[in-house]
């Protein structure tokens, strides 16, 4: 199946408040993110600052997305300690399979150790990674790009994540994408954004939905299958205004 047509998932990011949690289990979308990280109280809460409580435990925030039957999608802020637990608290949770999602920078988790341990503890889950700076790489030196990606996948990686801010973004997907990576399309914060990620035709969308909603949302009483991916006709770029139609 070619990229165009097949679905983009749509996530909805950074659902660390409970208002914005509220808000999304009342849609129809799939796949809800939130920062992990360690409070000044030990606990892993669901928090994109540091030294702060947060709004909430990641605990507290998996269980509801799993008693609504959705996907949670994790992006972990710290490793060592942190990491042990967030996959601990996983692991007593319902959430499991293609229904979870960790993204991390290497750096962060330690590399190699890192993602293997999440791996293992979660063998059937999506592990990604930022391209960051490596996107310019992959344009002007795309060899060993994709060499130290081929050793990020040893390592458990199954997915890539770029910004939409990224200049070249649209061709950095096409490039990983015809080397059997899924690709996320990250930092969508508005409508035209929205647009052009979908140009793009990667496998998903991290977006700001809070703030797309209602003009490209669905709320709960719309049909669920329509809304849970975007289709993309084709990587030619249609009216804003169309994108959901």
Not at 16 to 32: P, Q
Not at 115 to 143: N, Y
Not at 158 to 170: A, D, E, G, K, P
Not at 216 to 239: E, K, M, N
Request: negative net charge; glycine residues 8%; proline residues 7%.
């Amino acid at each position: 199946m070619a990229a165009g047509d097949r679905g983009i998932e749509l996530v909805w990011h950074r659902l660390n408040r409970r208002r914005d949690l509220a808000r999304f289990l009342r849609s129809a979308v799939r796949w809800a993110e939130c920062d992990a990280r360690i409070a000044p109280s030990g606990a892993i809460v669901a928090s994109h600052s540091p030294g702060t409580e947060g709004d909430g435990s990641l605990e507290e925030w998996i269980d509801e997305v799993a008693a609504a039957g959705r996907a949670a999608k994790i992006d972990l802020k710290e490793g060592g300690p942190a990491l042990d637990e967030v996959i601990a608290i996983v692991g007593r949770s319902a959430i499991a399979g293609d229904d979870l999602w960790f993204n991390a920078a290497p750096e962060v988790i330690g590399g190699r150790p890192g993602f293997e341990a999440l791996t293992h503890a979660s063998p059937q889950a999506r592990r990604s990674i930022p391209l960051d700076t490596l996107a310019a790489w992959l344009q002007v030196s795309p060899r060993p790009a994709l060499a130290m990606l081929a050793d990020a996948r040893s390592w458990g990686v199954n997915r890539l994540s770029i910004s939409v801010q990224t200049q070249t973004f649209q061709e950095v997907v096409g490039i990983v994408a015809a080397e059997g990576w899924p690709v996320n399309v990250w930092e969508v914060s508005d409508e035209a954004q929205l647009h052009d990620a979908i140009a793009a035709a990667p496998s998903s969308i991290t977006a700001d939905l809070g703030i797309l909603e209602p003009r490209v949302l669905p709320h709960a009483t719309a049909p669920a299958p329509r809304y849970r991916s975007i289709r993309s006709a084709s990587r030619t770029a249609a009216p804003p205004g169309s994108l959901l139609k």
